[in-house]
């Protein structure tokens, strides 16, 4: 999988609506884990159940002033809607302004970002994001893989702050490792299921710290960069 060279000239959307984004990120992020039972050999991505799924999803962005509901592939314009490339949302992140996106199919959380008022720490540039300031940021979904990408490439946040990711494998193909059998090969790969980070498409995908939730089959994690997110093993 590679979601960067899917993302081609996204127009910058002017949008009225705003977000907040993730902590401080580099080549080697803070937030790997490096535990002893934990392994940092990427095994494989989850993959979507019905690959065609993805073009039922719904996206709602939530902030002060309500939660609006957005097109798959398209963000808020002045009330309408205007295209992005692929299955992409962009959306104006706001220093100083907390805002939470939401991939859902038939109303079940599939990714959710919240992004905390703090978050915003610098550019790609690494020119410091002032109290105001604000950053266009586009999540790409991957079609094949349960994964999204958020971007731009480079954007860093501050780690006290860091966003929170939260994605469903109850979309996912109960097989696993794609071997044509639900068996407990399969079940001890679950168990083992992590949110990976792909800060570039040089970088290796490493695990970031996270936990399952109580939802549906879902796990949770702080994320303190703009990168590649996958559900893995």
């Known amino acids: 999988m590679n979601l960067f060279g899917r993302i081609k000239n996204l127009p910058l959307l002017t949008t009225l609506l705003t977000m907040t984004a993730l902590g401080s990120a580099c080549n080697n992020p803070t937030d790997i884990v490096f535990d002893d039972e934990f392994s940092t050999e990427l095994k494989g991505h989850v993959k979507w159940a019905r690959p065609e799924a993805i073009n039922d999803l719904t996206a709602t962005l939530t902030t002060a002033a309500g939660t609006f509901e957005l097109m798959t592939g398209q963000a808020l314009f002045d009330g309408d809607t205007k295209g992005t490339e692929g299955h992409a949302v962009s959306f104006w992140a706001v220093k100083g302004e907390a805002r939470s996106v ?28 002032a109290w105001g300031d604000s950053v266009l940021i586009t999540l790409q979904l991957d079609d094949t893989d349960l994964a999204v990408q958020i971007l ?25 490792n794609g071997d044509g059998i639900v068996n407990a090969n399969d079940r001890d790969i679950e168990q083992s299921l992590n949110i990976w980070s792909q800060p570039t498409a040089q970088d290796s995908w490493w695990p970031i710290e996270s936990q399952k939730l109580s939802g549906p089959r879902s796990i949770f994690g702080g994320i303190t960069q703009s990168s590649g997110y996958a559900v893995s093993w």
């Open 102 to 129: 939401q991939f859902a199919l038939d109303d079940m959380p599939v990714i959710t970002l919240e992004l905390q008022a703090m978050s915003l720490l610098s550019r790609p540039d690494g020119s410091p994001i």
């Open 152 to 176: 731009p490439e480079g954007l860093q946040f501050h780690p006290t702050y860091a966003a929170n990711l939260s994605m469903s494998y109850a979309v996912a193909n109960d097989d696993l």
